[in-house]
């Protein structure tokens, strides 16, 4: 076990709707990265954010957006769900500025778009 | 050219074999190294990390990077059933930022 914690498990939406996805960080840590894993694929990266700032961004389009708080669990947010959002949604949460770069992996979020 | 290539296998080894996993990355900038061991439908979970060329050895794994040949890979001695997983090679190019995934390599373990 990390620390990391997401919400929900499971998800099921339906083309065109909107998804908050939820994540608290190991304690301690103060970044919060976001990946979509499809399947047979490996982790993509979506962004990162640090002091409630994104910080670092990965090729996905602006219906992805994020958020973080000042006790630096996260929120992403997809609108405009299309097929092919059907993923598994990774949060990971690092400490920067230590000079250890490991990010720790929630359990993930499964979304499937019908 | 992808950031970090794996062999996408599957690798199939005998139980107590060694199993051998490598990476090539394309960023010789990159700085850190890091091995996650994926079990189907979970999460990435951390093996190890790596900075410097050279071994790095944690009980039954050993990872070794070769910055000169962009290249990573990872030993898992007397390797167990418990073992079968998709093992995922990371690399973050810049300090505190993103990590690129390789497509993981599928390792089943024979009994």
């Known amino acids: 076990e990390t620390g990391v914690t997401q919400s929900p498990t499971h998800l099921i939406k339906t083309r065109g709707q909107q998804v908050t996805l939820r994540c608290s960080s190991q304690s301690g840590h103060n970044t919060v990265s976001w990946y979509q894993q499809a399947l047979g694929q490996g982790p993509q990266f979506i962004f990162q954010?640090?002091?409630?700032?994104?910080?670092g961004r990965g090729n996905f389009p602006p219906r992805f957006s994020g958020l973080q708080f000042p006790n630096y669990s996260s929120e992403l947010n997809v609108n405009a769900l299309e097929l092919d959002d059907s993923a598994l949604y990774l949060c990971?949460?690092?400490?920067?500025?230590?000079?250890?770069?490991?990010?720790?992996f929630g359990p993930g979020t499964r979304l499937l778009v019908l | 050219q992808k950031e970090v290539e794996q062999n996408s296998g599957p690798l199939s080894v005998p139980e107590g074999a060694i199993a051998s996993l490598n990476c090539t990355y394309s960023?010789?900038?990159?700085?850190?190294f890091f091995w996650y061991r994926q079990y189907s439908g979970k999460s990435p979970e951390l093996i190890m990390s790596i900075y410097s060329n050279g071994d790095k050895e944690d009980g039954r794994f050993t990872a070794q990077l070769n910055k000169a040949s962009q290249y990573v890979s990872l030993l898992i001695r007397d390797s167990q059933p418990s073992d079968s997983a998709t093992y995922l090679c990371?690399?973050?190019?810049?300090?505190?930022?993103?990590?690129?995934f390789g497509t993981g390599t599928s390792l089943t373990v024979i009994p």
């Open positions: 990371a690399v973050n190019r810049v300090p505190g930022n993103q990590f690129y």
């Open positions: 990971a949460s690092s400490l920067a500025g230590t000079g250890d770069e490991t990010q720790y």
């Open positions: 960023d010789r900038g990159s700085q850190s």
């Open positions: 954010y640090y002091r409630e700032e994104e910080n």
